[in-house]
């Protein structure tokens, strides 16, 4: 049977990459979103250029409707892979920000992923197992901001779910990648040439990276040994260095 893997987040950026690499590799897919112009469209061309069987689900995963509503799916037999993608960063501090933004930014972060990986695990373990990947950041290696808190959880329980689940068949990978060019900086309005250009990586390479170290059982996936290298630094260093060297570019 063909299997299905659901994409959080599906229709720009990581997520319509790992859309169009698993099409590629023959799953059919459920792309989730909030546009659905853009939902649609994005299923009907995969559908064309990949004959694939797609579907859609309009879903704000800041709410819980929202997740209930692709939770639901997640939960049918067919689903032997599920990708949290869907995120976004904020442009202030803290202090600065609404608390409801903040609320709703640690829903879409932590909440979800949490909500649809357990529906996800206990189908899975019913079906014979299957895949999680959680996109987190390298962001999660350093103390900067509820971004990098919230990715911070994505890794940690990544790590201990690969650990504890790979018995019953079923993987889970935080995939941890740097500077990508997508349409998140632009929305966050961040001037993207205060970073070198060394720095930023494209979307289908952090995807191929990501789908190697996923199918090969790894807990983590930092695409590209110089995000490897930051990676390490950045767990290993001085915590008030990091802090600091991170917030250089704000």
Same mark, same amino acid.
């Given at each position: 049977?063909?299997?299905?893997? $659901? +994409?959080? @987040?599906?229709? &720009?950026?990581?997520?319509?990459?790992?859309? =169009?690499?698993?099409?590629?590799?023959?799953? !059919?897919? #459920?792309?989730?979103?909030?546009?659905?112009?853009?939902?649609?469209?994005?299923?009907? !061309?995969?559908?064309?250029?990949?004959?694939? %069987?797609?579907?859609? +689900?309009?879903?704000? /995963?800041?709410? =819980?409707?929202?997740?209930?509503?692709?939770?639901?799916?997640?939960?049918?037999?067919? *689903?032997?892979?599920?990708?949290?993608?869907?995120?976004?960063?904020?442009?202030? !501090?803290?202090?600065?920000?609404?608390?409801?933004?903040? +609320?709703?930014?640690?829903?879409?972060?932590? @909440?979800?992923? /949490?909500?649809?990986?357990?529906?996800?695990?206990?189908?899975?373990?019913?079906? @014979?197992? @299957?895949?999680? +990947?959680?996109?987190?950041? *390298?962001?999660?290696?350093?103390?900067?901001?509820?971004?990098?808190?919230?990715?911070?959880? #994505?890794?940690?329980? &990544? =790590?201990?779910?690969?650990?504890?689940?790979?018995?019953?068949?079923?993987?889970?990978?935080?995939?941890?990648?740097?500077? $990508?060019?997508?349409?998140?900086?632009?929305?966050?309005?961040?001037?993207? &040439?205060?970073?070198?250009?060394?720095?930023?990586?494209?979307?289908?390479? *952090?995807?191929?990276?990501?789908?190697?170290?996923?199918?090969?059982?790894?807990? #983590? &996936?930092?695409?590209? %040994?110089?995000?490897?290298?930051?990676?390490? $630094?950045?767990?290993?260093?001085?915590?008030? /260095? #990091?802090?600091?060297?991170?917030?250089?570019?704000?």
């Amino acid at each position: 049977m063909t299997q299905t893997a $659901v +994409i959080t @987040g599906a229709t &720009s950026g990581i997520g319509a990459e790992f859309a =169009r690499q698993l099409a590629q590799r023959g799953y !059919d897919l #459920v792309l989730t979103g909030r546009n659905t112009e853009r939902l649609e469209s994005t299923a009907a !061309d995969l559908a064309r250029d990949y004959s694939v %069987k797609t579907e859609w +689900i309009a879903a704000d /995963l800041a709410t =819980r409707e929202g997740v209930d509503a692709v939770a639901d799916r997640v939960q049918k037999p067919d *689903v032997g892979l599920l990708v949290n993608n869907a995120g976004y960063g904020l442009k202030n !501090d803290f202090a600065r920000n609404e608390l409801q933004a903040e +609320i709703d930014h640690l829903n879409v972060l932590v @909440g979800a992923p /949490l909500q649809l990986s357990h529906a996800a695990l206990n189908a899975m373990q019913s079906n @014979g197992g @299957g895949r999680i +990947i959680n996109v987190a950041s *390298v962001a999660g290696f350093i103390p900067r901001g509820t971004y990098s808190a919230a990715k911070a959880w #994505v890794i940690n329980f &990544s =790590r201990w779910a690969n650990l504890y689940y790979r018995g019953r068949g079923i993987t889970v990978t935080a995939v941890c990648p740097g500077f $990508v060019h997508t349409e998140f900086h632009a929305r966050m309005e961040m001037d993207k &040439s205060l970073y070198p250009k060394w720095m930023w990586l494209n979307a289908d390479r *952090v995807v191929r990276e990501a789908l190697a170290d996923a199918f090969a059982g790894k807990g #983590v &996936s930092v695409p590209s %040994k110089r995000y490897r290298v930051l990676a390490a $630094v950045g767990s290993r260093a001085p915590q008030a /260095l #990091v802090a600091r060297l991170a917030g250089r570019g704000r």
